[in-house]
T-cell receptor
Framework: QKEVEQNSGPLSVPEGAIASLNCTYSDRVSQSFFWYRQYSGKSPELIMSIYSNGDKEDGRFTAQLNKASQYVSLLIRDSQPSDSATYLCAVALRGSGGYQKVTFGTGTKLQVIP | GAVVSQHPSRVICKSGTSVKIECRSLDFQATTMFWYRQFPKKSLMLMATSNEGSKATYEQGVEKDKFLINHASLTLSTLTVTSAHPEDSSFYIC????????????FGPGTRLLVL
């Protein structure tokens, strides 16, 4: 079983719609959760981080965390063509030596259709 | 804040030569830096974790003698690809983690390596 699982997509949504990206993780003691956006040929860019159960909103983005279900999601409201990218879910554990080991999912490709 | 730079952004080299890639945290101190590799249309693959002042921790299957990592200061880590071969051609990305707080990783812009 993969540690962090995402549907590879592509997920296609029309412009203006809500895009819902999902991620599940296997380790119950995971502490921190991140969503990154990666445009083709570019490096990942941090969008959201979330650490406790519930919703966290930042502009058009809402991250949702449910630790009991080991599930984290990202909602993008009013999707724009510029949101078309691959979205990486990342889950962090505290590793040996005090550093935080982050495991990335394989990413979900989002296509926003004008 | 939390800006990470990489140099060079793109490098082409001949097979058998060595290539050094620098990763710098510009406006924060990074106790830990990470090196990833990404092949086209594939996911990020963690190669190694670099802690300032100590030896890097390599992921399974990554040759530590081929991919030399040095983390000499809280703002600089280097990755040297030794005796590069065409199969080493890839997109190499570093990230840096803040020394305090949530330790979120911030990524550099990446270095595209092409070995001829």
């Amino acid at each position: 079983q993969k540690e962090v699982e995402q549907n590879s997509g592509p997920l296609s949504v029309p412009e203006g719609a809500i895009a819902s990206l999902n991620c599940t993780y296997s380790d119950r003691v995971s502490q921190s959760f991140f969503w990154y956006r990666q445009y083709s040929g570019k490096s990942p860019e941090l969008i959201m981080s979330i650490y406790s159960n519930g919703d966290k909103e930042d502009g058009r983005f809402t991250a949702q965390l449910n630790k009991a279900s080991q599930y984290v999601s990202l909602l993008i409201r009013d999707s724009q063509p510029s949101d078309s990218a691959t979205y990486l879910c990342a889950v962090a554990l505290r590793g040996s030596g005090g550093y935080q080991k982050v495991t990335f999912g394989t990413g979900t490709k989002l296509q926003v259709i004008p | 804040g939390a800006v990470v730079s990489q140099h060079p952004s793109r490098v082409i080299c001949k097979s058998g030569t060595s290539v050094k890639i620098e990763c710098r945290s510009l406006d924060f101190q990074a106790t830990t830096m990470f090196w990833y590799r990404q092949f086209p249309k594939k996911s990020l693959m963690l190669m190694a974790t670099s802690n300032e002042g100590s030896k890097a921790t390599y992921e399974q299957g990554v040759e530590k003698d081929k991919f030399l990592i040095n983390h000499a200061s809280l703002t600089l880590s280097t990755l040297t690809v030794t005796s590069a071969h065409p199969e080493d051609s890839s997109f190499y990305i570093c990230s840096a983690s803040l020394s305090t707080g949530t330790k979120t990783q911030y990524f550099g812009p990446g270095t595209r390596l092409l070995v001829l």
